[in-house]
Structure formats: structure tokens, C-alpha cells
């Protein structure tokens, strides 16, 4: 709580930044994130060899030990790859493969298998879930109460009703709880950490599209000219674009504190406040673009559309602000 | 990214916390917030107790008198001074935050020696005089003029919101050398001088602000003979020494507050639970909010100061960042406290609401949230300059 934090990136998570960064504009360009949202078939399969490309250059197993064929690093190295895999809206089931791998899940860590991910809460009697990319997906990390397991995606498919996406590159399954029977309890305990994991990991993708989005709506209001100047030159379109670094870097400060901390209110509050940088900046990016943001043909609606769904994910801004109220009162409760 | 709290800075919070423990009983009761003459001895008798610990001017260069201290034992001083509800710099705010560093940073080594001293012990207390009628958030426009005379400056105009004023020895003033005219940018025909505020010709007047209480004053300027030795830095170089003073108050001025954000939030929390508020969702959740905003203002102030630390230098930009999220979220946290009190939130005379009333001052005071997010699209995000 007291200690201090250095917020500077070491050299080392400088390059694995620019290394993720880098990987990712030569195997996933504008042009393949095109292709899959404007493909015949919405959702059209993940692409298998980028997610084994994903696993060789480490992805999934980055914090797995080195003894265990792992890359031995830690959250705060995670949080870095997946704000730029958000940066760059690759698709697929990228904090639920690298969770189950953790839980060493066969053929998670060198990216040979898609592990999806279904939280049944706590709660006895749940309300229907949304399960991503369910039909791509070889296996499932079924987080329910205390325990979590790995089970093949088979064992979903029956109780499993595909509905129309909202995002175009992130198939869902609606799923209803009882219909999943609990095996043995395995991993008891781990389901705490991994929620809270994924929460972090989820919360630093949506920082990635944050500030992708912030940078979306600088670059247009430079080059688009109204009135005879960039739209840019206007403080209405100024201050938008102000307010949206602010989310993002308000975001970010707790997102990296969380990383290095690991603490669930240091997590609660990064989920809360990057899901609304996120989706908000989505919206004013829209807006900077005016009409040309409404079109399928502009990236904005991606951003948008995948911030809404990761908000939904993990913790919601409900659960993470009731969380956060619990702990003003360390003494009650 | 790293958890980076050497056996030192511990070592320093361990030592800092032990003296806190000792001095803090023996302080005398708060002065009445309207008793100004009550309030400086008040202020500068704490000054007084940190200077004789060796605590004055932590972070303030050893050539200014200071302790050399790194921005992160600064940021423990100020982190647990706060916690252990030790005083707030109060009278002193300029002298330590705005015209020391700027002496400290610009003068020569005889103005160094004549008033950082008196600052460190407490025993002179600053105002500032930037603002005028007609030059606020266009600072550069300001018209007190200073004509040269000998050696000495003769000084007209006038200044407003300056805090202090009635109590203060010195102000850092800003003055017009060179008249505005076309061919000069206006920025560059300032000069900031060290105004004694008993010299003839300085009339103060109280400002009352809505929250009922004169925090400021307006300062009218007559004729006033100021001497030439008394100016920091060049001549029409006054807007460059300025800038460096509004870095520190853009940098690390606010911690102590961002702490108390956190604190105020707990005891919102308790009084909400001891009332039944609690029960209300919609409130809690509010509250929840609070707490991720108050977390995200300390990683941000944290995070300015490792930048500070990385650079060597003051605060930059991300100082801006962090101004326009704190302006917003302590208002935000007094609109929920008066929810929290429910009727009571009329009575002026509750701490809470004397601080929402103050909190409305957020926004516009040290530069407006509506300039800091010009500065936040021209300077960071690199828009085009707008009008």
C-alpha cells in the first residue's frame, strides 16, 4: 500500500512490447482483421497458424517457468502483451488459453490448442453465460465457485446456442449453467486467482484499445479539413480528444499499479476504469469521425463493439464498484 | 515497472513516522480560519518544527538550502505527513511550492542567500501576484507595468486572487517591461520581481469568495519603488522563470490532498454505513467509483514522480494529466458527500460542506480545465493550434 512504485518500463519489457508490437502489425495487419470481419461467414474461424505463431513467440506460456518450458515472466509483462494485442483487436480466446496453460492445459502453452473460458460464479442458479469462440475452441476453462478445470469444448456444445454477435470477430454461445454438470473438483482454490487475473489481463486489452483509439481520433482531425483548417484546430474536437488521453492514461496508471501489485482492489479498480476508457474513447473516436464513423468500413465499430464485450467479461463495473465500496469498510462486512 | 523502495526510503518513513509520533501531541490547537495573523504564526511555527528536524526543503537542491532528497522521499514526506494529519503548508504554500523553487532555480547565489532561509525557518511567508482583472487565463496579457528608474523599478497596476496577501512579507510578482505592442510576442515583455509588501504604495483589499471567507485579495499597486536587485532572472524574461514555478505546482502540490481524497472517502464510506445510506446501491457504487478515481490520481502522482526521478528535472506534462482528472474527482467527491449527508449538506458548518463549497474552485484555479485540456491537445496529442 505504502511502497513505491516505478512506473518506468525496463529495458527488457521495452523490447517485449515493441517485439509483441511489432509481431503483430507483420501477422495481423488492418488487411487480416478486414478479412475477417468482412469475410462471407461472421466469425469465420480462428486462424490456427497465427494463434501456433502466437504460442512460439511465447504468448501463452510467458508465465510459465522457464523449468516447465515457459518464458518465466510475470503479470506485469502479460499485462504489456495483451494492451497490445488489444491495441491491434486480434481476435480469439487469448487470456482464457494463457490461464489454462497456467493450469498446464495440454497443448495451451505452445498455442497447439484454443481454450476458451465459461465463469459460473458463485452462485447456485446463474443466469445464462456468453462463451467466445465456443465452436473454434478445442477445450473450455470452466471457472465454478472455488474450483476451476479444463473440459473439451465437446462438453459444452449440446447446452450451447450460438447467437448473432454484436462484435464480428468474436463468436458467442449463449450457455445455460445447469446444463453444465461440475466434474470432480479440480484446482480448488485457483478460481479466485484466475478471476482476477483475467480481469487484469481483460482491463489491459481494453487499455490497448484506449489509447488505439485516442491516437484513431488525433490522426483524423489532422487530416480531415472543415471550415477551411483541421477539424483538430477546434476546441470542441480538442477537448474531446484531451479528455480521451486522460481516460486512457488514468487507466493506465492503475492497470500497470495492478500488474505489479496483484492485489484484487488494485484490479477492481484497473477493470473499472479501462473498461470505461475503452469505451467511451470508442464512442468519441466515433464521434471525431462523424459520418464516416457510423460505416462498417471504419475501424471505430470494431473498437467499440470489442470493448463491450470485454466490459461484460470477468468483472463488470457493478461487481468491481461494489468491491471497491466493500473495501472502505476493512472493519465491517 | 517495479516495486523500487530502497532500505533507505524505508529506512527514511521509519525515522519521519517516529518523529510524527513524537511532535504532532505537541502542536497547539487550529487557529480560527478567519484569524489570518493566528493562522501564519500557526503555519510557520510547523515550518519552524520541520526546519529545526531537518525537514525543510526536503527536495529542494543543497545549494538552495536544501536536503537533495529524491522525488520519492519527497513523495514519503508528503504521503505520510498527511496520513499522520500533520499540518498542511498553508501560509507557506508559495514560499515553499511557487517562489523558492523559482529563487532556487533562477537567482544568483546572493538572492538564494537572502531569501530561501527565511522561507525554510518560517519566518517570512510569500504571496503571488500573477493574476490580474484583465490577464487570467490569458496570463500574458498582464499590465502592471514597472519603468525603470535608477535602480529601481517603479511599479503600477493591479493583481488578483492572491491568497495570503494580507499576511505576507514578499510577493512574486509579474510585471510588464515591455509595453505590448506588434512586433513583440507579449510573453516576452515580462519580468518577475520580489515585491516587499509593506513598501509605499501597496494597498491590499480582502475578496470574499463563496464559500463565504476572504481566501484572497486584491493587490493595488501605486508608484511602488521595487529595487532592480530584486528581480529574478533577466529582464522581459519573467514568462520562462514563471513557467518553471507553475511546473512544481503542477508536479507534486496536490499529494497531500490526493491522500486525503482516500480518506475522506473512508469516512463518507463509515457515516454512509452509520446512517443507512449505505443500503442504497446507487450510492455505494458511487463510492466504489470514488475509489478507483482517488487510486488512479496517487498511481498517477506516482508515476509523474518517477518520471521526475527519471529525468532528473521537473514534473512535465503528465502534470496536466493529473490536474484535469484531480479538479474533476474532488469535486466529484463532495457532490457525493453531500449525498451522504443528506439535509445536512446545507449546513455550512460542516467540515464537508465548507470543502465542497471550496472544491468548486477546482476547475478554474492554476490554470482552467478548459485551458489544461488546450495544453493536454496542443502539447501531448500534438493537434493543431486552435483559436
Known sequence: MTRAVDFQLTDDQRALRDGTRELLERRFPRARLRTVVDGPGVGAGLDRALWRELGTAGFFALRLPEAAGGVGLGLPEAVLVMEEAGRALLPGPLVATQLAAGLGAAHAADGSAVITALDLGTDEAGADRLVEHLAEADAVLVLNGEGAEVRPAAA?????????SVDPATPLHRVHPPAVTPGAARNTGAAARLRREAALLTAAQQLGSASRTVRM?????????QFGRPIGAFQAVQHLCARMLVRAESARSVVYAAAVTGEAGDIAAAKLLADEAAVRNARDCLQVHGGMGFTWEADVHLHLKRAWGRAGQWQTAAAAEEELAAGLLPDSC | MDLACTEDEEDFRRRLRAWLANVLPTLPDRPDPADWPARRAYDCGWQRMLYDAGYAGLHW????????????????FLEETERAGAPYVGANFVGLLHAGPTIAAEGTPAQRARWLPPILRGDQVW???FSEPDAGSDLASLRTRAVRDGDSYLVSGSKIWTSHAEIADWCELLVRTTPINPDTPKHRGITWLALPMDAPGVTVRPLRTLAGTAEFAEVFLDEVRVPVDHRIGAENDGWRVTMVTLSFERGTAFVGEVVACRRVLEALARTAKANGRWDDPVLRRRLGRLAADCAALWRLTQWNVSEAQRTGGVPGVGGSVFKLRFSEVRQELYEAAAEVLGPDALDAGHEWVADRLSSLSYTIAAGTSQIQRNIVAERILGLPKGR
Open chain 1, 156 to 164: 459444452l456444445a449440446d447446452s450451447a446456442r450460438r447467437i448473432r
Open chain 1, 217 to 225: 481520433a488525433v490522426d483524423h482531425a489532422t487530416a480531415r479539413s
Open chain 2, 61 to 76: 537542491p543543497e545549494n538552495a538550502g536544501g536536503r537533495g532528497a529524491t522525488p520519492t522521499q519527497h513523495l514519503i
Open chain 2, 127 to 129: 504571496c503571488q501576484g
